[in-house]
């Protein structure tokens, strides 16, 4: 099947600091992506679409200054969390749709301290 | 409001019993219905998807139904076993294309030896 692969898994980063999140299709194009929010024993909150070549769709309450994101290539996107605060720590998640089902990253756990 | 509800209890059963899970949903009328596993910390990974016109689908000791009428699904593992302990989550996709999923907020499975 289809890989999407995300990187880091895992980021700790202090408050104030900006944290960039890689999601990458291996083996297959993505024009479109989707960002996911997790909180623990939560449902996957969408936080935006990314369309390759142009601005991202975002959620009602997400801020696009706060979570910026760009959709440079058909295999990357990009989220960066701007000046962390400890209420952004969460789990964040990556999908690629392809052949009519999602395929996730494997989520990057961040953490503001 | 559109809501979609899997059971927020966990779910504990013995090996070798069969599981089932329960996704209800309302106000949505969807084109399709996916199940996803998801490990702590992982991104979630596909399973099944069953269409609207569908009623059941099969995938080795899987099986999914899709009532639209109830307005339900149910997700079936049989002979289950304590690798099948994850959270499982129900999908819904509106459009006959791929669309923006949206999920439930899935439901714990621990199965016991």
């Known amino acids: 099947g289809a890989v999407v692969s995300q990187h880091p898994s895992r980021v700790i980063c202090k408050s104030g600091t900006s944290v960039k999140i890689e999601c990458r299709s291996l083996d297959f194009q993505a024009t479109t992506m989707f960002w996911y929010r997790q909180f623990p024993k939560k449902s996957l909150m969408l936080m935006a679409t990314s369309n390759e070549g142009s601005k991202a769709t975002y959620e009602q309450g997400v801020e696009k200054d706060k979570f910026l994101i760009n959709h440079a290539s058909l295999t990357l996107s990009t989220l960066t969390v701007t000046s962390a605060h400890p209420e952004d720590s969460s789990f964040y998640i990556c999908?690629?749709?392809?052949?009519?089902?999602?395929?996730f990253g494997q989520g990057t756990r961040l953490t503001v301290v | 409001s559109q809501k979609i509800e899997q059971n927020s209890e966990a779910l504990n059963i013995q090996e070798g019993k069969t599981a089932t899970l329960t996704c209800n949903y309302t106000n949505y009328s969807p084109a399709y219905l996916q199940w996803y596993r998801q490990d702590p910390g992982r991104g979630p990974v596909f399973l099944l998807l069953?269409?609207?016109?569908?009623k059941e689908k099969r995938k080795e000791r899987l099986k999914v139904t899709f009532d639209t009428t109830l307005k339900q699904s149910l997700f079936h593992i049989t002979a289950s076993q304590p690798a099948d302990s994850a959270t499982y989550l129900c999908?819904?996709?509106?459009?006959?294309?791929?669309?923006?999923?949206?999920f439930g907020k899935g439901t714990m499975l621990l199965v016991s030896p």
């Open positions: 999908a819904l996709g509106e459009n006959s294309g791929y669309s923006t999923l949206t």
């Open positions: 069953i269409r609207e016109n569908e």
């Open positions: 999908s690629a749709p392809g052949q009519g089902i999602a395929f």
